[in-house]
C-alpha cells in the first residue's frame, strides 16, 4: 500500500554526475525522514545521506561536498544529486522513507525501494 521506487541510476564516466530520485506513493499521511543508502559487492548496507522533514541534511563523510540530498514533499519524492563520482561509488542505492500510513497503522514504518545500480567506471 506504500511503494517507494527508486531511479535515475546507470553507467557513468569517474568525474561524472547522476541524479537519483525516489518516488513514495500509496495511502500516506505524513512523510517523515528520508534517505538514501548504498551497497557495494561484498559490503554491508551503508547511509549514504539523510533528510528531516525539515530538511536538515546529513551525510556520509566520504560523499560530503560531492553529493546533495533534498527532498520535494509536494510531490513525495526524494532526490539525490551525484557529483564528481569515483569508481569506489559504485553500489546498488536504495531510498529509505518513515512514512505514517493509516492504512497500515498508527505508527510509521519504515520502507525500502527495490534499488537503483549506479556504475562507476575509471
Known amino acids: 500500500q506504500v511503494q517507494l521506487v527508486e531511479s535515475g541510476g546507470g553507467l557513468v564516466q569517474a568525474g561524472g554526475s547522476l541524479r537519483l530520485s525516489c518516488a513514495a506513493s500509496?495511502?500516506?499521511?505524513?512523510?517523515?525522514?528520508m534517505g538514501w543508502y548504498r551497497q557495494a559487492p561484498g559490503k554491508q548496507r551503508e547511509l549514504v545521506a539523510s533528510?528531516?522533514?525539515?530538511?536538515?541534511?546529513n551525510y556520509e563523510d566520504s560523499v560530503k561536498g560531492r553529493f546533495t540530498i533534498s527532498r520535494d514533499n509536494a510531490k513525495n519524492t526524494v532526490y539525490l544529486q551525484m557529483n564528481s563520482l569515483k569508481p569506489e561509488d559504485t553500489a546498488v542505492y536504495y531510498c529509505?522513507?518513515?512514512?505514517?500510513?493509516?492504512?497500515?497503522?498508527?505508527?510509521?514504518?519504515?520502507?525500502w525501494g527495490k534499488g537503483t545500480l549506479v556504475t562507476v567506471s575509471s
Open positions: 500509496g495511502n500516506i499521511l505524513s512523510i517523515y525522514a
Open positions: 529509505n522513507a518513515k512514512i505514517l500510513s493509516l492504512a497500515v497503522g498508527p505508527a510509521p514504518m519504515g520502507y
Open positions: 533528510i528531516t522533514s525539515g530538511e536538515s541534511a
